[in-house]
C-alpha cells in the first residue's frame, strides 16, 4: 500500500511539474537553434556535438511563420537558400503543437519545453528533439571570438 502511495505521488509531481506553453512564450521561438540531441522513443539518445545547419524560426504574432535552415559561417554570417516550412502554432487541451506544411509534406510536433535557451518538441514518431538557443558564428582572423 505504501508502495502504490509513493507511485502515485511521484506521479503527480512529475505531471505537475511538465511545462505548460502559453501563446505569450512564442516570441521565445523566433531566432535560431541548433541541435543537441535526439531522443528516441526506446531511451536512445544521439548527441549532435558539430552542427552544419541550425534551424530558424521566424513566427508573428498571429502564430504563424517559417522555419528554415540555415548554415553558419565562420564570418557570422549564414547561407540560405529559398526552401522553407510554413508554420502555424496550435494549441489545444493545455498542450502546444508547431503545424508544417510544405508544398510536399504535413506533419506537426508537440512543444513539450520553451525558454528563452530550450527547445524540446517531440515528433509523431515520439522522437524528441532538443535545441539550444544559438546565433551567428563570429570569429576573427586570429580564431578568436568576437562579441
Given amino acids: 500500500m ?3 502511495f509513493r507511485i502515485l505521488l511521484l ?3 512529475f505531471v505537475g511539474c511538465q511545462q505548460k506553453i502559453e501563446p505569450t512564450d512564442i516570441a521565445k521561438l523566433n531566432g535560431y537553434w541548433e541541435i543537441e540531441k535526439v531522443v528516441f522513443d526506446k ?3 544521439k ?3 558539430i552542427n552544419v545547419s541550425y534551424d530558424y524560426f521566424e513566427i508573428a504574432k ?3 511563420g517559417i522555419r528554415k535552415k540555415v548554415m553558419p559561417q565562420l564570418d557570422g ?3 540560405v537558400n529559398d526552401a522553407y516550412e510554413d508554420v ?3 494549441f489545444k487541451e493545455g498542450k502546444a503543437f508547431l503545424d508544417y506544411s510544405t508544398p510536399y509534406a504535413k506533419w506537426s510536433e508537440e512543444v513539450l519545453a520553451l525558454s ?3 527547445l524540446v518538441v517531440r515528433n509523431e514518431e515520439k522522437k524528441e528533439y532538443h535545441y539550444k538557443k544559438t546565433g551567428a558564428i563570429n570569429l576573427t582572423g586570429d580564431g578568436k571570438e568576437t562579441k
Fill in 77 to 79: 554570417t549564414f547561407l
Fill in 88 to 90: 502555424a502554432l496550435r
Fill in 62 to 64: 498571429n502564430n504563424k
Fill in 11 to 13: 506521479s503527480l509531481f
Fill in 2 to 4: 505504501k508502495n502504490t
Fill in 47 to 49: 548527441d549532435y556535438s
Fill in 116 to 118: 528563452d535557451t530550450e
Fill in 43 to 45: 531511451g536512445d539518445d
